[in-house]
């Protein structure tokens, strides 16, 4: 994996989570919470849909960007809501 992969990655998980939080104001974090938590979840869910779809050993330079992109923001959301989900659940039960 290079650089600017990896870049492309934790920047959409990154706006994928900022984009929820905006949707959902409830499963909010903070800015920079948003965004870390977008960018694990990109990170995690792109990796798991390069290994998925076979991306990592003989992929074009178009099929390695759209699996980024689309791993990290379907990741980002989720884990991001998933979270927010969790946090809203706890604050309803004190």
Do not use: E, W
């Not at 920079?32 to 995690?44: C, D, E, L, T």
């Not at 390695?64 to 884990?79: E, H």
């Amino acid at each position: 994996m290079n650089a600017l992969v990896l870049c492309i990655q934790l920047l959409s998980g990154a706006a994928a989570g900022n984009i929820m939080c905006s949707a959902c104001p409830n499963v909010h974090f903070g800015t920079v919470g948003n965004s870390v938590i977008g960018m694990i979840g990109g990170f995690a869910a792109a990796q798991a849909l390069f290994y998925l779809c076979g991306a990592q050993d003989s992929a074009t330079d178009m099929q390695i960007v759209s699996c980024s992109i689309a791993g990290g923001a379907a990741g980002g959301f989720v884990l991001t809501g998933f979270l927010g989900i969790i946090k809203g659940s706890f604050r309803h039960k004190r």
